[in-house]
């Protein structure tokens, strides 16, 4: 069954760390995964991607707080988030593109109170 499922979610203090996992099964030939992240009454926007060979990409409100990385083997994605504001609190989900088909996680929430 081809799916993508997020952990790490929570609550958390401003100024505050979380990190967030997001383990694809049954996806092959992964070429990309990213973050995404949607607040209330916001679109969805990109938080990182990172594709093969390593290639990462930020929005620019979270360059040089949030890293993410990838184990290749593992077909996982991870998002560390350092620094945490108020102003992240949103809906986390990752996706996999994979051949040009791309694939979405349900969701966690990250909330940071101020």
């Known amino acids: 069954q081809v799916q993508l499922v997020e952990s790490g979610g929570g609550l958390v203090q401003a100024g505050g760390s979380l990190r967030l996992s997001c383990a694809a099964s049954s996806i092959f030939s992964i070429n990309a995964m990213g973050w995404y992240r949607q607040a209330p009454g916001k679109q969805r926007e990109l938080v990182a991607t990172?594709?093969?060979?390593?290639?990462?990409n930020y929005q620019d409100s979270v360059r040089g707080r949030f890293t993410i990385s990838r184990a290749n083997v593992k077909n996982t994605v991870y998002l560390q988030m350092n620094s945490l504001k108020p102003e992240d609190t949103a809906v986390y989900s990752c996706n996999a593109n994979s051949k040009g088909i791309v694939y979405w996680g349900q969701g966690t929430q990250v909330t940071v109170s101020s």
């Open positions: 990172i594709i093969s060979g390593g290639r990462t």
